[in-house]
């Protein structure tokens, strides 16, 4: 469903290994090396392919817990917005080594952003991106909870894009409608207003 859950993309095996081989702080390793030593389950799930036959590219936490998807699978939803983060390779690499540590763990379904033993959707962002100067994602109060939904985060790129403060480029957004059963490949105006739709947009 429209902004219900939240994913991050890390390419398949090949293309972390293309994009991040160099870095300095790998010291002359593989990225896929570090990734086998310091996240080995995470690195055997990627050597695996999903029921559909096809590379896992995607961390995300949906019901059972933090998993690792395929684009395709996780690309499943009635709206689809991608977005990139403004900030250095070297902060992308330290984000996907925090994501990858959670891999495993259960979904939370006490919906709590003070705990990172069980995480939802957007905790998996959260946490993966806490430390990057760059990004900014701050957790409001929501009935005696902390959260950050995907509408906020949708709300934030709306008021900060075109200035200083702007963290994210847009990519693409591909939005449906359920009555009409067709995918529209809408613009950045449009995702910037798409946190301003009611819950039952995607029934009109």
Not at 59 to 71: A, Q
Not at 121 to 150: N, Q, W
């Amino acid at each position: 469903g429209f902004f219900f859950l939240f994913s991050l993309f890390t390419g398949s095996l090949s293309e972390i290994e293309d994009y991040f081989s160099g870095l300095p702080e790998l010291q002359g390793e593989s990225p896929l090396a570090i990734l086998e030593k310091d996240r080995p389950q995470a690195y055997e799930k990627y050597c695996e392919r999903d029921n559909d036959q096809l590379p896992y590219s995607i961390i995300e936490s949906r019901r059972p817990g933090v998993i690792l998807s395929s684009l395709e699978y996780s690309g499943h939803v009635d709206s689809l917005a991608a977005v990139r983060p403004k900030t250095s390779k070297s902060y992308k690499w330290k984000a996907l080594l925090e994501a990858w540590k959670h891999y495993g763990k259960p979904y939370d379904y006490e919906f709590d952003f003070t705990t990172e033993s069980a995480l939802i959707c957007t905790a998996v962002i959260y946490v993966a991106y806490m430390d990057c100067p760059h990004i900014t994602l701050v957790p409001r109060e929501s009935k005696g909870h902390l959260l950050f939904t995907p509408n906020e985060f949708a709300k934030r790129f709306d008021i900060n894009f075109g200035t200083a403060d702007q963290e994210f480029d847009f990519v693409l957004f591909l939005d449906t409608k359920e009555k009409e059963r067709v995918v529209y490949d809408r613009d950045v105006e449009e995702f910037r207003l798409s946190w301003k739709r009611p819950k039952w947009y995607i029934l009109t």
